[in-house]
T-cell receptor
């Protein structure tokens, strides 16, 4: 079993839809949870960062962490074609990105 | 700042040849990471440095892989000899302690194809 499980998709939605992306993990020591967005032929870029459990909102994006269930989510409201990308969840035990474990990434397509 | 710079952007080589990938981190960042990304295995951490010193190389797959960081502004990842299964996109990333979540900034990657 992988430490971090993420459905690779692809996920195709119409413009304006609410998108839900999810990851599960097995290591209860993970404290830092991140979502990276990766456009085609580009490097990943940090989208959202959350410490421990709870919600965090940034514009159209909301990240949720449920440590009791070892489950994290990213919600995208009013999805746009420009949101079409691969979304990778990532998590680590220590501060920030050292020894970060990444999910496989979910490919998202938002159709105009 | 120009961001993390990697070269070459694309590399095609034949099995058995030596491959050297290069990375220039963002100025002022004291952590540098090398990752490999494939469809099958996703994004894997190979090695990371702090202040030019290798901290954890447990992700380096085999002795054929080696990485160096001779100074704060330059790192190399070398594969010798290369094999077809090394074909992947190799990313370099950098960060600094104190940044929000020690956010890692990734370079554009080097697409390596070993024939």
């Amino acid at each position: 079993q992988k430490e971090v499980e993420q459905d690779p998709g692809p996920l195709s939605v119409p413009e304006g839809a609410i998108v839900s992306l999810n990851c599960t993990y097995s290591n209860s020591a993970f404290q830092y949870f991140m979502w990276y967005r990766q456009y085609s032929r580009k490097g990943p870029e940090l989208l959202m960062y959350t410490y421990s459990s709870g919600n965090k909102e940034d514009g159209r994006f909301t990240a949720q962490v449920d440590k009791s269930s070892k489950y994290i989510s990213l919600f995208i409201r009013d999805s746009q074609p420009s949101d079409s990308a691969t979304y990778l969840c990532a998590m680590s035990e220590e501060t920030g990105g050292f020894k970060t474990i990444f999910g496989a990434g979910t490919r998202l397509f938002v159709k105009a | 700042d120009a961001g993390v710079i990697q070269s070459p952007r694309h590399e095609v080589t034949e099995m058995g040849q030596e491959v050297t990938l290069r990375c220039k981190p963002i100025s002022g960042h004291d952590y540098l990471f090398w990752y490999r990304q494939t469809m099958m295995r996703g994004l894997e951490l190979l090695i990371y440095f702090n202040n030019n010193v290798p901290i954890d190389d447990s992700g380096m797959p085999e002795d054929r892989f080696s990485a160096k960081m001779p100074n704060a502004s330059f790192s190399t990842l070398k594969i010798q000899p290369s094999e077809p299964r090394d074909s992947a996109v190799y990313f370099c990333a950098s960060t600094a302690r104190g940044l929000l979540g020690e956010t890692q900034y990734f370079g554009p990657g080097t697409r390596l194809l070993v024939l």
